[in-house]
Every structure is written in C-alpha cells, then in structure tokens.
T-cell receptor
Framework: DAGVIQSPRHEVTEMGQEVTLRCKPI?????LFWYRQTMMRGLELLIY????????DSGMPEDRFSAKMPNASFSTLKIQPSEPRDSAVYFC????????????FGQGTRLTVV | ELKVEQNPLFLSMQEGKNYTIYCNYS?????LYWYRQDPGKSLESLFV?????AVKQEGRLMASLDTKARLSTLHITAAVHDLSATYFC????????????FGQGTRLTINP
C-alpha cells in the first residue's frame, strides 16, 4: 500500500485566496483525521471522520475552515478565505478505526499564506 | 477535555546515556501511542500500548503504560545519534470512534 497520500506537498498562496488540501487514506481504513502542526501550538486535531461521517469538528478553528469526505478514499480540507496565521503543516492520517489501532500519517502539506 | 502533557519538552543528552520521557494524560484511557518525527518529515508510529502494564521494546527504545497513574514512559537506553528526533505520545479519547490527542512533543538531541 502506498500509505496516506496528501496533495499538494507545498502550497503558497496569497491572503484571501481559497486553499484546498487533499487526502487519500489507506484503503480499508475507516477513520480519517486532519491535524495542523505549528511551532506555537504543536499538533492540533482539526476534525476526524469515521466511515465518511464527521464525528468531531470541535478543533476546526473558524468557519473559514471546512472539511469533507465524499467517499472512503478521498477527503478535502478547505480554507476560504486564507489568512497568514493559517500557515502551518497540515497532516492527514487514517486508521482502521475499529478498536485500538494506530493512525498512519501522510507526508503533510506545508501551507504558506503571504 | 482530554489533555496530554509530555516532559521534558527539550532534552539534550550524550551518546551512551539513558533517559526517560514522560507522558501524562488527564482522563481514563487504555490506549496510548508513541510516534517519532524527524525534522521536516511526517510522524512514524513507534509503539501501540493497549492495556495497563503493557511494555513494548524496539531496539534502544522501551515504552510502558500505567493506566491507573495515567502515565506512559519512553525509555532510551545507551542513546545513539540516530535517535535524535521529536517524540510524541498520543492518547485515544475514544468517542464512538478513535480520537487521538497528542502531547506537545519532546525534542531529543543526542550529541556524540
């Protein structure tokens, strides 16, 4: 298996623009997570899905952030409009979700908003 | 709300020495994970601890879990430079589905 695949790996955008991050989880995994990592705040769980359904989005910082999982093999995290403080590395992770299994992380998307 | 705290946050040590990283969490859970992150890279799963008293070992790293104390430790034996990385613990705040909450991370630097 190729693991969790994220795209793009790097994104530089201007303030006010819409940004869409994409994630393909490991096949057969039922849970999907979006994390944001910054020096100041560490790793923050933004939202997680189980069987394509959002379970907890309490970590989503503002209404500018939205996430979808239209099917078991694809998820998006959208920021509209983007702001410089959104600059971070965004990780997607997936796990089997049944019982206790570890989450496997993608390579991350480094977002820079200028 | 589940809180996960690691200490120390920064650790600089010499090769050949032993040290322990601590991970405390605030609510009941019997599922704890350790991850490693190299600079600019993703997170790599190291250990999965699923019960009280669980102990896992891989090379110079050993992890244990005490669910009653809400404490996990990651012990490094005879450190080598290749173990330099940031180590995270994560606790599963199961809420009908797995929900991993991470500690702040411990940046470990091993000097020759």
């Amino acid at each position: 298996d190729a693991g969790v695949i994220q795209s793009p790996r790097h994104e530089v955008t201007e303030m006010g623009q819409e940004v869409t991050l994409r994630c393909k989880p490991i096949s057969g995994h039922n849970s999907l997570f979006w994390y944001r990592q910054t020096m100041m705040r560490g790793l923050e769980l933004l939202i997680y899905f189980n069987n394509n359904v959002p379970i907890d989005d309490s970590g989503m910082p503002e209404d500018r952030f939205s996430a979808k999982m239209p099917n078991a093999s694809f998820s998006t995290l959208k920021i509209q409009p983007s702001e410089p403080r959104d600059s971070a590395v965004y990780f997607c992770a997936s796990s089997r979700g049944q019982g206790a299994t570890e989450a496997f992380f993608g390579q991350g998307t480094r977002l820079t908003v200028v | 709300e589940l809180k996960v705290e690691q200490n120390p946050l920064f650790l600089s040590m010499q090769e050949g020495k032993n040290y322990t990283i601590y991970c405390n969490y605030s609510t009941t859970s019997d599922r704890l994970y350790w991850y490693r992150q190299d600079p600019g890279k993703s997170l790599e799963s190291l250990f999965v601890l699923l019960s009280n008293g669980a102990v896992k070992q891989e090379g110079r790293l050993m992890a244990s879990l005490d669910t009653k104390a809400r404490l996990s430790t990651l012990h490094i034996t005879a450190a080598v430079h290749d173990l330099s990385a940031t180590y995270f613990c994560a606790v599963d705040a199961y809420q009908g589905a797995q929900k991993l909450v991470f500690g702040q991370g411990t940046r470990l630097t091993i000097n020759p």
